[in-house]
């Protein structure tokens, strides 16, 4: 990925965040987005996406966290919600314009947030 540009997205079922990255470092934008279901979460990011980086889709890799299903304990809310995860994920990258699936690499949470709960990395984030 070095050297190109990256559009990276953590979808959600009523929240996602992304961010544009140019040559490692984060030189466009970076925002906590929000909709009343997985659809309007994937349609304010898209929108995030064509007003910071209109000119990068066909240029750019785009790294999407992958749903993970926990085991016992570690287990944490509806797993259906994994589903719909996906479906704003693939609903984000169609709204892009984006067909060419070779540049799209797929995160785990613990690459994005190491061990740090959630909620904790979320309020980090959000300063």
């Given at each position: ?7 990276a997205f953590d ?21 906590l987005v929000r ?76 690459t994005w947030k ?14």
């Open positions: 990925m070095g050297g190109r540009s990256v559009i979808p959600g079922t009523k929240a996602a965040g992304i961010a544009i990255f140019s040559d490692g470092a984060l030189v466009h934008h970076a925002q909709g009343k279901n997985w659809r309007m979460t994937a349609v304010e990011a898209a929108k995030v996406a064509a007003v910071y980086a209109p000119d990068l889709f066909s240029q750019c890799t785009f790294v999407i966290e992958r749903p993970q299903v926990y085991v016992g304990s570690r287990q944490k809310g509806d797993p259906n919600d994994l589903i719909t995860i996906a479906f704003c994920a693939a609903a984000f990258l169609g709204m892009c314009g984006y067909t060419a699936i070779l540049d799209v690499v797929e995160v785990k949470p613990k190491g061990n740090l709960p959630k909620d904790v990395c979320s309020r980090r984030v959000q300063g």
